[in-house]
């Protein structure tokens, strides 16, 4: 029994050096992110207060902070992570990074099949910071083709969220959305506030470049303006320098149809709801 007592005392020490530089320094990593999180969760508060690009800047490097600790860690953890650097990067300005991060990780939870709210939030994420794109480059003067195609992904992304939304209310005994507009929302609320984003998405590309000029900014492109976006989308989707003529706010855009400017103003951005775009 002395003997099995001694035995155990002398490793002792191996299994503490190994829970140290093993699952030890795991442990550590996450504890260390988990503070960099909460910092940056507090400075996103301060940021949705003013959105300075100041202040959202400091969210984007706390969240960055948090990541590299993880370092190259695939679990869920790290990839909200990353989703919530995006995030602070559409509110801080930087439009076309925060799209081509978020494409990857959109590309990578379907790919993957990761959980569905996961999914819908990087999901919604990306056609925000679509339609902030959309509406920078229209202010921007972009051709006619390259600030649509960031308008219809937008459109094509929302419409997505509304009827995933739609069909998981019904599944869950939810009222189904009737054909008439008049909804309670509190019947469906994540498939009504899609639905107006979609239709949100919808007006921003049927408005007048003069109309669009008039109208204020929805936080998504508050801090977008002066980075030379539409040039970076060019760049980002291998267009060349110069090539093609320049289209600028043309009529009949593709896809698009045009309507009366009286109704394309009411609501655009939806700048007035707490949950929608623009909030």
Known sequence: MRKWFILVWLLAPVGLLYFHYGPGQRLQAYDRAAGAVRRAEALEAIAKKNGSPENWLRVVEAYQQAG????EEESLIARRIRLNTAHAMLYQGQLSEAIQDLDVLL?????KKMPQTYTDQVRETLARAQFGAAWVM????????SW????EKARQNFRLLAETALQQSTEAGATPMPK???????ELP???????NLEATVRLAQLDASTIKGLPLPKEA??????GLSDKMKKAEGEGEGEGEGEGEGEGKEGIGKQKEGDARKGAGSGQRGTGLGS
Not at 222 to 227: A, E, L, P, V, Y
Request: proline share 0%.
């Open 68 to 71: 590299k600790l993880l370092g």
């Open 107 to 111: 590309a990578d939870a379907v790919e």
């Open 138 to 145: 229209r202010l921007e003067g972009a051709e006619t083709k």
């Open 148 to 151: 649509t195609a960031q308008a």
């Open 180 to 186: 008439s507009a008049k909804v309670k929302k509190a």
């Open 190 to 196: 994540e498939a009504i506030d899609h639905q107006k």
């Open 222 to 227: 508050q801090n977008g303006q002066g980075q």
